[in-house]
């Protein structure tokens, strides 16, 4: 079986990743380390907040702090399958 290449990052791809990085860092700080959408710190291991885009990207969205919000895990999959049950 043949192997398939690594593929390498792009420059604009390495810029979209530390840009959620950084946006992700200042909402969690901003929202005192809990979900902007329950208001509850994360409770589930590994107590991460996840970055959600209000309007997905897939729609047109951009990552701006205007359309970005941190939210635990439960609250991060349950807004992802509504929207994608309205797709």
């Known amino acids: 079986m043949k192997k398939k290449p690594i593929k390498k990052v792009s420059d604009k ?3 979209e990743l530390a ?3 950084q946006l992700k860092k200042e909402l969690i700080e ?3 380390g809990r979900c902007m959408s329950c208001g509850q710190p994360p409770y589930e291991f590994p107590f991460t907040l996840d970055l959600s885009h209000i309007i997905p990207l897939s729609r047109g969205g951009k990552t701006t702090r205007d359309n ?3 939210e635990c895990r439960a ?3 349950r807004h992802h399958h509504i929207r994608r049950r309205n797709d």
């Open 68 to 70: 970005c919000v941190v």
């Open 30 to 32: 901003e929202s005192n």
């Open 19 to 21: 840009l959620r990085s």
């Open 75 to 77: 609250c991060h999959e």
């Open 13 to 15: 791809q390495k810029k």
